[in-house]
T-cell receptor, first 111, second 114 residues
Framework: RKEVEQDPGPFNVPEGATVAFNCTYS??????FFWYRQDCRKEPKLLMS???SGNEDGRFTAQLNRASQYISLLIRDSKLSDSATYLC????????????FGQGTELSVKP | NAGVTQTPKFRILKIGQSMTLQCTQD?????MYWYRQDPGMGLKLIYY???????DKGEVPNGYNVSRSTTEDFPLRLELAAPSQTSVYFC?????????????FGQGTRLTVV
């Protein structure tokens, strides 16, 4: 089983749609969870951290389910500018600062 | 606001050649990382460092070496380049106390081995 696994994608959605990405992780000792965004051929950048209670940043909502070892990202009212690859990132529970990336889910928002 | 700086941005190597990818950060971060990203794939951890003088292997360390003599610098050495090392290489850093925090990435080095 991969340490961090994401929906394979790609997701092709119209502008204004709501889209959800899912991610599972294998190490129950992991403590830190993030969603990163990567634009084509650019470096990844932090989109948002994921907290136990769930958190929201504008149109973006992240949820964490520790019991199921599952993380989600919801994007509401999709914009053309949301087109990118979304990376689920989890820290290694045994080496706290070591970050493990999922393979990414590509999102394409169409007019 | 330099953040994480990688050089070079692009490089073409011949099979069997060696090179060093440079990475410097000015944020006094303790952790530094090297990832590679093949086309259409996620990031795979090559090596990481928890502080000056301490390095450890990641998922795909074969064919690479690293050193961390200072907090700021974390060079990645490729010995005997092979076509399988054609990839985009990203260096990153983060400040870790307990759990992980945001990692900041350099702009990447696009390496082609021919």
């Amino acid at each position: 089983r991969k340490e961090v696994e994401q929906d394979p994608g790609p997701f092709n959605v119209p502008e204004g749609a709501t889209v959800a990405f899912n991610c599972t992780y294998s190490n129950s000792a992991s403590q830190s969870f993030f969603w990163y965004r990567q634009d084509c051929r650019k470096e990844p950048k932090l989109l948002m951290s994921v907290y136990s209670s769930g958190n929201e940043d504008g149109r973006f909502t992240a949820q964490l389910n520790r019991a199921s070892q599952y993380i989600s990202l919801l994007i509401r009212d999709s914009k053309l500018s949301d087109s990118a690859t979304y990376l689920c990132v989890v820290n290694d529970g045994n080496q706290g600062g070591k970050l493990i990336f999922g393979q990414g889910t590509e999102l394409s928002v169409k007019p | 606001n330099a953040g994480v700086t990688q050089t070079p941005k692009f490089r073409i190597l011949k099979i069997g050649q060696s090179m060093t990818l440079q990475c410097t950060q000015d944020m006094n971060h303790n952790y530094m990382y090297w990832y590679r990203q093949d086309p259409g794939m996620g990031l795979k951890l090559i090596y990481y460092s928890v502080g000056a003088g301490i390095t450890d292997k990641g998922e795909v360390p074969n064919g690479y070496n690293v050193s961390r003599s200072t907090t700021e610098d974390f060079p990645l050495r490729l010995e005997l380049a092979a076509p399988s090392q054609t990839s985009v290489y990203f260096c990153a850093s983060s400040y870790v106390v307990g759990g992980a925090t945001e990692a900041f990435f350099g702009q990447g080095t696009r390496l082609t081995v021919v």
